[in-house]
């Protein structure tokens, strides 16, 4: 009996502990993995919504940009980092989804390893290419690549990526085809595009547009059912001439499995008091974005979202026969 009382008083020690520490919290600066180069979608993501979330907080938000392989290290990281809350994975539908189907030695699994936060915005992307390529609207760029099939380069953020998705959604709706270039992250492959290194990309619009919208490169058309309204002059695929193109690139936030669920809920009414923020939803829709509602944030709407997108892209990915051992 007197070893029962004990065993109960050390548990309510320790759940007195946990949820004092959860009450604390944060009392320091938080850091958001970006799984890619700066200057890309997802460090874009990352730093419009983490400045939110900081203000929201009381603390600084960190971005660490650990890059290479398609974002595996950034995720691995966070899914070994102690459950405090204070190391948070920022992805999309390419890391958090399509590397858990193509990369077989992961040495963390994305659905049981990882907390879901809140699910953050989603946009189309962008068919764009160097301003060198001489092709007037998306018949001609196919055309252009099937009659240049050596010739043309594309960059994409390595195998699984959004970009790579991108590419793959490209290749087999218009049945054209150009080498694929990685890179690690397309904020420095937007650059080589620009200056012609590589003539292609297929890109989330929160990337390619700013530099559409400069003259640098030049858009065809985006991957969505409908026009945005942040770019209301570039036609849909399927008004281009290639239905079944269609590809969004969603976001979320994640922390390590075992977090505290009032931590966990504290990051998550942060993350929605910074998508219901006007200032911050203009930036976003201004870059084509589509932002999520609160509902659609709640941490268990979006496990539910993540766990859905695994079973929606298994097929897919592998008829696309994409795999890495
Ligand atoms: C990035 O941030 O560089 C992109 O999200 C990469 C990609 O997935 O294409």
């Given at each position: 009996?007197?070893?029962?009382?004990?065993?109960?008083?050390?548990?309510?020690?320790?759940?007195?502990?946990?949820?004092?520490?959860?009450?604390?919290?944060?009392?320091?600066?938080?850091t958001i993995v970006v799984p890619f180069a700066a200057?890309g979608p997802t460090d874009l993501m990352a730093r419009?919504?983490g400045?939110?979330?900081?203000?929201?907080?009381?603390?600084?938000?960190?971005i660490d940009n650990t890059t290479?392989?398609?974002g595996?290290?950034a995720?691995?990281?966070?899914?070994?980092?102690?459950?405090?809350?204070?190391?948070?994975s920022i992805g999309?539908?390419?890391t958090?989804?399509?590397?858990?189907?193509?990369?077989?030695?992961?040495?963390?699994?994305?659905?049981?390893?990882?907390?879901?936060?809140?699910?953050?915005?989603?946009?189309?992307?962008?068919?764009?290419?160097?301003?060198?390529?001489?092709?007037?609207?998306?018949?001609?760029?196919?055309?252009?690549?099937?009659?240049?099939?050596?010739?043309?380069?594309?960059?994409?953020?390595?195998?699984?990526?959004?970009?790579?998705?991108?590419?793959?959604?490209?290749?087999?709706?218009?049945?054209?085809?150009?080498?694929?270039?990685?890179?690690?992250g397309?904020g420095?492959?937007?650059?080589?595009?620009?200056?012609?290194?590589?003539?292609?990309?297929?890109?989330?619009?929160?990337?390619?547009?700013?530099?559409?919208?400069?003259?640098?490169?030049?858009?065809?058309?985006?991957?969505?059912?409908?026009?945005?309204?942040?770019?209301?002059?570039?036609?849909?695929?399927?008004?281009?001439?290639?239905?079944?193109?269609?590809?969004?690139?969603?976001?979320?936030?994640?922390?390590?499995?075992?977090?505290?669920?009032?931590?966990?809920?504290?990051?998550?009414?942060?993350?929605?008091?910074?998508?219901?923020?006007?200032?911050?939803?203009?930036?976003?829709?201004?870059?084509?974005?589509?932002?999520?509602?609160?509902?659609?944030?709640?941490?268990?709407?979006?496990?539910?979202?993540?766990?859905?997108?695994?079973?929606?892209?298994?097929?897919?990915?592998?008829?696309?026969?994409?795999?890495?051992?």
């Amino acid at each position: 009996m007197q070893r029962r009382l004990i065993l109960l008083a050390t548990t309510a020690t320790v759940a007195f502990a946990g949820s004092a520490f959860a009450q604390a919290y944060p009392n320091k600066a938080i850091t958001i993995v970006v799984p890619f180069a700066a200057g890309g979608p997802t460090d874009l993501m990352a730093r419009i919504v983490g400045e939110h979330m900081g203000k929201e907080l009381g603390q600084q938000i960190i971005i660490d940009n650990t890059t290479g392989a398609a974002g595996t290290i950034a995720v691995g990281k966070v899914a070994r980092a102690a459950p405090d809350g204070y190391t948070i994975s920022i992805g999309h539908i390419g890391t958090h989804v399509a590397n858990g189907l193509i990369y077989k030695n992961l040495n963390y699994d994305l659905l049981t390893d990882l907390a879901p936060i809140a699910r953050l915005p989603s946009n189309p992307m962008l068919v764009a290419t160097s301003n060198q390529v001489p092709a007037k609207d998306l018949k001609e760029l196919v055309a252009y690549l099937n009659h240049n099939p050596d010739k043309v380069s594309g960059g994409t953020a390595g195998m699984g990526s959004g970009s790579h998705l991108g590419a793959l959604a490209f290749f087999t709706a218009t049945k054209a085809k150009y080498q694929l270039v990685p890179y690690r992250g397309t904020g420095p492959a937007v650059q080589d595009l620009i200056a012609n290194q590589i003539q292609i990309m297929v890109d989330q619009s929160s990337n390619s547009l700013p530099h559409v919208r400069a003259g640098k490169i030049k858009a065809y058309a985006v991957t969505a059912v409908a026009r945005s309204p942040a770019m209301p002059d570039i036609p849909t695929a399927a008004e281009a001439g290639y239905p079944g193109m269609e590809v969004a690139i969603w976001h979320g936030l994640w922390a390590p499995k075992g977090t505290p669920p009032e931590i966990v809920a504290r990051l998550n009414a942060a993350a929605i008091a910074t998508l219901t923020n006007a200032e911050v939803r203009r930036r976003l829709e201004d870059l084509g974005q589509d932002l999520p509602t609160p509902e659609q944030m709640a941490p268990a709407a979006f496990a539910a979202f993540h766990r859905a997108e695994f079973v929606k892209w298994k097929p897919i990915i592998e008829a696309a026969n994409v795999k890495i051992e």
